[in-house]
Structures are given as structure tokens and as C-alpha cells.
């Protein structure tokens, strides 16, 4: 196969470690007291997890979930400075919300109440052991109904390092669409760094829509990081819409090559770097100093729910910890693979201090 990614001797040899923010000249902000590491927002919803089919009945287990939240708590577990905000109704699974985020030592005096609108629901349906369905229950809710204003005002009370970004909050409704595009206005006002994760949820917007805001915002992203499937649509052309058509490598050659002719154009356009999530193939980062592989972690699965949003914390941590792109994707499928080996969204997120209990031999006790 052509093109291949460097192994991970190849870039550590002799090389020097590039400062975050580097390729895209834009330097990472320095940490200051009372000013986030980062900042995140979306809907975060009450989430009820069943141990079979719906029909049928049973118990379910009551939690929360929502990307962007994952992202934030996946992030405090490891000692970093998180913002939250978003939207959550006037009622006891909003309270749940707030309760847990604050609990996790994420930051959320940002967030709004809403007294007109519910919290959002989320339904898991475990179907088959590597097959669980997922269902919504937001539209109207509290956090479709985000608004510019309070991201205005969370962003601006204290500017982060780092903006995060979905593409999941621009899916829910026009008035969130216009919070996620006044966070990059600030960004780009105060010098976060912007990092998009492209999460397109199919059963919330079409490809069309996706591709036509995701366009939009591709000038002002520093990091993108988007599954293999998902990278054309930040292309023009590649979502279907206007744009010129997207020239991609026949469908015979390998999923690498795909990923690789689109993370360049995407290099070209400005992104800074391209992260691209492998699932059980682990992730490679694509930068103006070439590609870099990293495997996935060898670990028992049981839930794979919240793995892309632990991945990304992950590697969020690590450009903010100064790592370059080997230390980043080192991390980043570290904790995706604590993701993937505990249920939950977000429940089984390591800890700095539990990052290397994946190099213990099977049957260790930690004392």
C-alpha cells in the first residue's frame, strides 16, 4: 500500500516535539489563574440505559450523557480546567445534569435554566454484544433552545485556551446553531485555539446540512478531528451542496489513502492538524510534518458509547499538557480504551494517576 504512517520510531527519532498550536502559528495561550484550559458547551442530556430490548420492560440505570460533557469531564478527571455551558430545563433531571458535571470538578456557572422547555432524554438499547441502539428525545428541549447570549456570556467572563467544539449543538436548532457560531466569533476575538470534533449524527441533520455549516467553520479550526467517514464533509463538494467536486482516490485503495487525500486538502484549507479516529485501528494525526499512526489499546470491550469523546479528551489533555502529536495520540487512545472498557458515556474515565494501569499484566491488583 502506498502512503503509509510513520511509526511511532520514526517520529520520535531526533525530532523535537512541536509546540501546540505551531503549524496553524497560532500559539497555545498561556494558563492563568481563573481562566479555563478549556471550553465546551452543548446539550446534555438525562441518559437511562437498559440491559435489553425496550419493549420488553426491565430496569434501567439513570445517568447523563452528552458529547461535549463527556469531553469536559474526561478532561477534569485529568486535572484540567473546564468550562461548561448549555442549557438544561427547570426540573429534577436538569438538577441531575448540574449535580453530576459539578461533582466531576467541571466549572458550570455558564449554564442556563430554562424554565419553558425539558431536559433532553436519552435511551440506550443494548441489541446484540457490539450492537446498541440509540434513541432521542430533544427536540423542544431545553438544550435545543441554547442562545447566543449565553455563550456570549460564559466565553467572555473567561476567555479559555482552548474552544471545543461538536458538530453535534449546530445539529438542534437554528438558535444553537448561532451559540456555536458566536463561540468562534470570540475565539477568534481572544486566541483560543479551536478544536472541532465533527460527531455528524445523522438522525439529527442531514449530510447536506452538516456540510454546508461545517464549510463554513473549517477556516477557523485549529484541530479537526472527524472519523474517517466523516472527513468529506468538511470538504466543498463533500457533503453534496455547492463547492467544487471533491476528487477522491477509487474506492479499491486502501481507507488510509481516502483518509490521507482528504486530511491534505483539509491541511491546505488551514486546519492546523487532522485527527482522525480509527476505532479498533486506532488514530492517525495528519500535519503539515506528515502523518503519524497510533494503535488502538488491547482491552476487553464492553461498551464502546463515549470512546471518540474520551479519545478527545484525551487529546486535548496533551496539547495542553505541551505533548506533540505522538504524546497527544499516545493519550487519546489511552483513554479511549478506559472508555471502551466500562459502560457508560463517561463513567470509566481514567484519572492522570490511573493513565498507565493499561501496561499492568492481566489478574494485578493495585494496593
Same mark, same amino acid.
Request: charged fraction near 20%; include cysteine; aromatic fraction near 4%.
Given at each position: 500500500?502506498?502512503?503509509?504512517?510513520?511509526?511511532?520510531?520514526?517520529?520520535? !527519532?531526533?525530532?523535537?516535539?512541536?509546540?501546540?498550536?505551531?503549524?496553524?502559528?497560532?500559539?497555545?495561550?498561556?494558563?492563568?489563574?481563573?481562566?479555563?484550559?478549556?471550553?465546551?458547551?452543548?446539550?446534555?442530556?438525562?441518559?437511562? !440505559?437498559?440491559?435489553?430490548?425496550?419493549?420488553?420492560?426491565?430496569?434501567?440505570?439513570?445517568?447523563?450523557?452528552?458529547?461535549?460533557?463527556?469531553?469536559?469531564?474526561?478532561?477534569?478527571?485529568?486535572? $484540567?480546567? +473546564?468550562?461548561?455551558?448549555?442549557?438544561?430545563?427547570?426540573?429534577?433531571?436538569?438538577?441531575? *445534569?448540574?449535580?453530576?458535571?459539578?461533582?466531576?470538578?467541571? #466549572? @458550570?456557572?455558564?449554564?442556563?435554566?430554562?424554565?419553558?422547555?425539558?431536559?433532553? &432524554?436519552?435511551?440506550?438499547?443494548?441489541?446484540?454484544?457490539?450492537?446498541?441502539?440509540?434513541?432521542?428525545?430533544?427536540?423542544?428541549?431545553?438544550?435545543?433552545? &441554547?442562545?447566543? #447570549?449565553? @455563550?456570549?456570556?460564559?466565553?467572555?467572563?473567561?476567555?479559555?485556551?482552548?474552544? $471545543?467544539?461538536?458538530? @453535534?449543538?449546530?445539529?438542534?436548532?437554528?438558535?444553537?446553531?448561532?451559540?456555536?457560531?458566536?463561540? %468562534?466569533?470570540?475565539?477568534?476575538?481572544?486566541?483560543?485555539?479551536?478544536?472541532?470534533?465533527?460527531?455528524?449524527?445523522?438522525?439529527?441533520?442531514?449530510? #447536506?446540512?452538516?456540510?454546508?455549516? %461545517?464549510?463554513?467553520?473549517?477556516?477557523?479550526?485549529?484541530?479537526? @478531528?472527524?472519523?474517517?467517514?466523516?472527513?468529506?464533509?468538511?470538504?466543498?463538494?463533500?457533503?453534496?451542496?455547492?463547492?467544487?467536486?471533491?476528487?477522491?482516490?477509487?474506492?479499491?485503495?486502501?481507507?488510509?489513502?481516502?483518509?490521507?487525500?482528504?486530511?491534505?486538502?483539509?491541511?491546505?484549507?488551514?486546519?492546523?492538524?487532522? +485527527?482522525?479516529? &480509527?476505532?479498533? #485501528?486506532?488514530?492517525?494525526?495528519?500535519? $503539515?510534518?506528515?502523518?503519524?499512526?497510533?494503535?488502538?489499546?488491547?482491552?476487553?470491550? *464492553?461498551?464502546?458509547?463515549?470512546?471518540?469523546?474520551?479519545?478527545?479528551?484525551?487529546?486535548?489533555?496533551?496539547?495542553?499538557?505541551?505533548?506533540?502529536?505522538?504524546?497527544?495520540?499516545?493519550?487519546? +487512545?489511552?483513554?479511549?480504551?478506559?472508555?471502551?472498557?466500562?459502560?457508560?458515556?463517561?463513567?470509566?474515565?481514567?484519572?492522570?494517576?490511573? %493513565?498507565?494501569?493499561?501496561?499492568?499484566?492481566?489478574?494485578? *491488583?493495585?494496593?
Amino acid at each position: 500500500m502506498t502512503g503509509q504512517p510513520t511509526t511511532a520510531g520514526d517520529e520520535d !527519532r531526533g525530532a523535537t516535539a512541536p509546540r501546540p498550536g505551531a503549524a496553524t502559528g497560532r500559539p497555545l495561550l498561556p494558563g492563568q489563574p481563573g481562566r479555563p484550559d478549556v471550553f465546551t458547551f452543548g446539550e446534555t442530556m438525562v441518559a437511562l !440505559r437498559g440491559s435489553g430490548p425496550l419493549k420488553l420492560g426491565g430496569t434501567m440505570n439513570v445517568s447523563i450523557a452528552g458529547a461535549e460533557s463527556n469531553v469536559a469531564i474526561g478532561l477534569a478527571r485529568l486535572g $484540567h480546567q +473546564v468550562h461548561w455551558a448549555g442549557a438544561v430545563g427547570e426540573d429534577e433531571a436538569g438538577q441531575l *445534569v448540574l449535580r453530576t458535571l459539578r461533582a466531576e470538578g467541571v #466549572e @458550570i456557572s455558564g449554564a442556563a435554566t430554562d424554565p419553558g422547555a425539558p431536559t433532553g &432524554l436519552l435511551l440506550f438499547e443494548p441489541r446484540l454484544p457490539e450492537v446498541t441502539r440509540v434513541h432521542y428525545y430533544r427536540a423542544g428541549s431545553a438544550g435545543s433552545r &441554547l442562545t447566543a #447570549e449565553v @455563550i456570549q456570556r460564559a466565553f467572555s467572563s473567561a476567555p479559555p485556551r482552548v474552544l $471545543h467544539l461538536t458538530g @453535534i449543538t449546530p445539529s438542534l436548532s437554528p438558535t444553537a446553531r448561532s451559540a456555536a457560531r458566536c463561540a %468562534l466569533q470570540l475565539a477568534r476575538k481572544h486566541g483560543s485555539l479551536v478544536c472541532l470534533d465533527v460527531n455528524f449524527r445523522a438522525r439529527l441533520w442531514t449530510a #447536506e446540512e452538516a456540510a454546508e455549516v %461545517l464549510r463554513e467553520w473549517i477556516p477557523a479550526v485549529d484541530v479537526l @478531528i472527524a472519523s474517517d467517514d466523516e472527513l468529506p464533509l468538511c470538504l466543498p463538494g463533500g457533503g453534496c451542496g455547492e463547492g467544487p467536486p471533491l476528487s477522491l482516490p477509487p474506492q479499491e485503495v486502501a481507507a488510509y489513502d481516502a483518509a490521507a487525500t482528504v486530511a491534505a486538502l483539509l491541511l491546505d484549507q488551514g486546519v492546523g492538524e487532522v +485527527v482522525v479516529k &480509527l476505532g479498533a #485501528e486506532g488514530a492517525t494525526a495528519f500535519t $503539515h510534518s506528515g502523518p503519524l499512526h497510533r494503535p488502538a489499546k488491547t482491552v476487553r470491550a *464492553v461498551d464502546a458509547v463515549g470512546a471518540g469523546d474520551a479519545f478527545v479528551a484525551g487529546y486535548l489533555s496533551a496539547l495542553l499538557d505541551g505533548e506533540g502529536p505522538a504524546g497527544r495520540l499516545e493519550r487519546a +487512545v489511552t483513554t479511549g480504551a478506559f472508555a471502551v472498557a466500562s459502560p457508560g458515556d463517561w463513567e470509566g474515565a481514567p484519572t492522570r494517576s490511573e %493513565l498507565g494501569m493499561l501496561g499492568a499484566p492481566p489478574g494485578t *491488583v493495585v494496593r
